[in-house]
């Protein structure tokens, strides 16, 4: 059985550019979670798909956005980027009570 | 609010000893979840060992087992018999709540476990 899988692993952007990042949760799973990981902050949470809604959301700006697809994949958006944005993105899929993590993605922000 | 503490930032300990990583957390829900990780440098969080808040009996998988202590809110990580390839960091993590695959956890700061030969 297939993992969590994000895409892309590693990318470096400038700032004020925006950002993608993708998230495919383990066949089944219909909880995608988002973290943003910092060695400053420490792990912290985004924001929570369940088919297709939004049903958490984290303390963080509106430049961060998230959205599910009716096949339970998940994108995080981020426009307008700025360094304090570097970070490995975490995200997360659950089908009851654990949740599992994917490779995660870092971003760099330049 | 929920909160995690872990108080150790950083272990050091002889191969093949065991080990306890601390985790204390603070919730005034009574349902809620209990999670350890294991973060190596490559950034994967490892999923290792989950507690419920009203699961009778502590959880064990493999060599990890989760010593549960409700009354004192502490859910503290065993690993027995260490092996080199335990070295990473470790993360006790809470979710409030029970809802069917809700997962919007909160962390605590790590502790890195070093293991030495």
């Known amino acids: 059985k297939a993992g969590v899988t994000q895409t892309p692993r590693y990318l470096i952007k400038t700032r004020g550019q925006q950002v993608t990042l993708s998230c495919s949760p383990i066949?089944?799973?219909?909880?995608v979670s988002w973290y943003q990981q910092t060695p400053g902050q420490g792990l912290q949470f985004l924001f929570e798909y369940f088919s297709e809604t939004q049903r958490n959301k984290g303390n963080f700006p509106g430049r961060f956005s998230g959205r599910q697809f009716s096949n339970s994949r998940s994108e995080m958006n981020v426009s307008t980027l700025e360094l304090g944005d570097s970070a490995l993105y975490l995200c997360?899929?659950?089908?009851?009570?654990?949740?599992?993590f994917g490779q995660g993605t870092r971003l760099t922000v330049v | 609010a929920q909160k995690i503490t872990q108080t150790q930032p950083g272990m050091f300990v002889q191969e093949k000893e065991a080990v306890t990583l601390d985790c204390t957390y603070d919730t005034s829900d009574p349902s809620y979840g209990l999670f350890w990780y294991k973060q190596p440098s490559s950034g994967e969080m490892i999923f290792l060992i989950y507690q419920g808040s009203y699961d009778q009996q502590n959880a064990t998988e493999g060599r990890y087992s989760l010593n549960f202590q409700k009354a004192r809110k502490s859910a503290n990580l065993v690993i027995s018999a260490s092996q080199l390839g335990d070295s990473a960091m470790y993360f006790c993590a809470m979710r409030e709540g029970v809802i069917q695959g809700a997962q919007k956890l909160v962390f605590g700061q790590g502790t890195r476990l070093t293991i030495n030969p």
């Open positions: 997360a899929s659950s089908l009851a009570s654990e949740a599992f």
């Open positions: 066949s089944g799973h219909r909880s």
